[in-house]
């Protein structure tokens, strides 16, 4: 069959991303590169006087973050012109080479930390008396000492990070499996055909018509899983005793507690989050009863949960139509916020299409010095223009975010990142309803919908129960073998998915996939995000305009305050478990209009 992906040569420039506003040409990377280089001496000079005096101070800090700010730039730049097409080597060998001077970076600054935590912090009130520049700092400063009790010395946080390829090597080990090594048997598709199972394919397998592909596709995965589940199970058990080892090193009482600290939020809400989630558990049965019942199921599979409730709704949405559609449903944010928006759409912001070699999915990114950007690969699917709205709340929370705060706080924290990302979704869907011409499109919202529920509040919540389970049993000085985690994975399937679930043998070793498992306490973020996004987005719909003022001063606060005080700002308090159960229930009420259209 002939290929039809277009190489980048034939995407029209209106539909490419302008990485000139990073850096007009490779030269000028260079030049930055070679300065960058430089800096990364000068700081050296700083060791062992960080204290002397304000000055000195104030001179060390400005540049590091000077340093910090082109290693940004630099990184950006390489990586995405490497994402536009993976197989151009000049570009792969551009991003090694910021990759291996950022680590240097890293270790010719890792005194500055230790340095200025051993200062007292009278001292420190002192030199900000004395330099008005290092006023700026405070916040800084302030989450310093927080967390002073966890910084070591100087000697072992040089070792620290020294251990820090060390400390990734299970999860290398892992990604080299689960993407290179791994190989899936061959199935027939919907038309008889043997077609090769892939990670890239598995996804539309699951979401067939036809229950025999769905099945035989879920075999082929979980089956590969199973001859390596010695080994994964050997790799898990190390990144585990990685995150205890560390936690221990920086005298945390527990992996969970280090791994929330960095963001000053107690393990209270992560236990929270479990509870709420359990407490609703009788509304994800009562989906999967839906579910079987739609699908006129006798029992109901793990390979039944990805097809679509409504199979015939197949609308396409070209790009242009999508951009109109997202405007329109982001209109309850204002016109600000909109002339923004269509502003990045027409300055260079979005790669839209597929080619040759392009970086898979989607992404938002960028650095403090330019404007925002986002990669797609858009198909004219109506889950396209989802992804969409998704990517652009991303790029408008890093604009609001980069407009209105200096560098230091410029980056806010991955607990809030994706609740402007959701907020937009969510803003869209509900627009999308609103507007639904048929009772078909009304289904396959609902059903989207509730399917983002499910995927995201639901099953991350399991996956951070798994997570907080496994690493108490390492504290603990507990083995975990593959049949451990088996068990205790099964368990929680049975918990979240309720009777009419039947548990197929293959979702034990589930576990076995998932790489977020890899960067321990992650997943629970999505879950809080999301519920804080149903409760922001309702907020703008009843409130209106003094939630949007509320929400774009969520939008410019970075991380100029703690993650938890920048959601009470837009009207979502995670210390109360508020939140968590308003989404619940709004999963509820969509459930019943899902319910009433049957």
Known sequence: MEDTIKSRKEIAEQYQWRLEDIYRSNN???QDFSETKKLIGDVSHFQGRVGENAEKLQSCLALSEKLERMLEKLYVYARMRRDEDNADSFYQGMFSRIENLSIEAGGAASFIIPELSSLEERLVEKFMEENKELAVYKHYFAELFRQKEHILSAKEEKLLAMSADLSVSTKNIFTMLNNADIKFSSIKDENNQTVEVTK?????FMESSDRRVRQDAFKSLYDSYKQLLNTIGATLNGSLKSDVFYA????YPSALAAALDSDNIDPLVYERLITSVHDKLPLMYKYMKLRKRILKLEQLHM?????PLVP????EV???KALEIMKKGLEPLGDEYLRQVEKGLASGWVDVYENKGKTSGAYSWGSYDTHPYILMNYDNKFDDLFTLAHEMGHSMHSFYANRNQPFTYSQYSIFIAEVASTVNESLLIDYLLQNSQSKQEKMYLLNHYLEQFRGTLFRQTMFAE???IVHEKIERGEALTPEDFNKIYTNLNKLYYGPDMALDNEIAWEWARIPHFYTGFYVYKYATGFSAATAIKDRILTQGEAAVKDYLEFLSAG???????VLKKAGADLTTPEPVNKALEYFGKLLAQMEELQ
């Open 248 to 251: 221990r090193a920086r005298n």
């Open 200 to 204: 890239g394919r598995y996804g539309r």
């Open 312 to 315: 015939t709704f197949n609308q």
């Open 466 to 468: 798994f997570e907080k």
């Open 318 to 320: 070209p790009y242009g």
């Open 303 to 307: 390979y039944d949960l990805y097809n």
């Open 559 to 565: 991380s100029s305050d703690y993650p938890l005080e």
């Open 28 to 30: 000028d990377w260079e």
